[in-house]
């Protein structure tokens, strides 16, 4: 069984600066796959970036990169130059070679960014 | 032209009753997924649908019957409705559950059940 844990309940950054919001999954899958979503306020989930056990380099999509230190097993999100609309629930999920037909999700981290 | 929408928004009914969510997905995607998200925000897979055939059932209730007419659709039936039900219930699809296409949701159903 996959397991995500998210140990930052809340996280507070100044607006134009980076935040790491940290990741951890637990996975016996060789292959799997690493998403971050994002839950504004009102309500949807928004797919940011995605990291494959495979792949060599770090994905990065626009302001998001993901930290991925596989013998950490860790999947860090950062989001560089931070704005206000940034402000929203973040979760970690994956999905691993037995379990494809479901995420698993961390409990997320509520990341408010300040003027 | 939304990609996945789901009805309705909002659902508030009484305890006992019969309730159904309907979920439909313009994608092409072959899979679908129901999740329950409580009230501490934790996302919960409930079912998954490959190409109309039931792939999880995550030890959910049998008060909740998912049904997928065609691939397009997948609807959430609860019957009995209970307070412990209340919860956002949010459709997602995706085209390759296996690789590294990311799932689509719905904007959530917020069920109160009083």
């Known amino acids: 069984a996959q397991k995500i844990t998210q140990t930052q309940p809340g996280m507070f950054v100044q607006e134009k600066e980076a935040v790491t919001l940290d990741c951890t999954y637990d996975?016996?899958?060789?292959?799997?796959?690493l998403f971050w979503y994002k839950q504004p306020s009102s309500g949807e989930m928004i797919f940011l970036i995605y990291q494959g056990s495979y792949d060599q380099q770090n994905a990065t999509e626009g302001r998001y990169s993901l930290n991925f230190q596989k013998a950490r097993k860790s999947a860090n999100l950062v989001i560089s130059a931070s704005q206000l609309g940034d402000s929203a629930m973040y979760f970690c999920a994956t999905h691993s070679g037995g379990s494809n037909y479901k995420l698993t999700f961390g409990k997320g981290t509520l990341l408010t960014v300040n003027p | 032209d939304t990609a996945v929408s789901q009805t309705p928004k909002y659902l508030v009914t009484q305890m006992g009753n019969d309730k159904s969510i309907k979920c439909e997905q313009n994608l092409g995607h072959d899979t679908m997924y129901w999740y329950k998200q409580d009230s501490k925000k934790f996302l919960k897979i409930m079912f998954s649908y490959n190409n109309k055939e039931l792939i999880i059932n995550e030890t959910v209730p049998n008060r909740f019957s998912p049904k997928s007419p065609d691939k397009a659709h997948l609807n959430l039936h609860i019957n009995s409705l209970e307070l412990g039900d209340s919860a956002v219930y949010f459709c997602a699809s995706s085209q390759d559950p296996g690789g590294r296409t990311e799932a689509f949701f719905g904007q959530g159903t917020r069920l109160t059940v009083v």
């Open positions: 996975t016996s899958d060789p292959s799997y796959g």
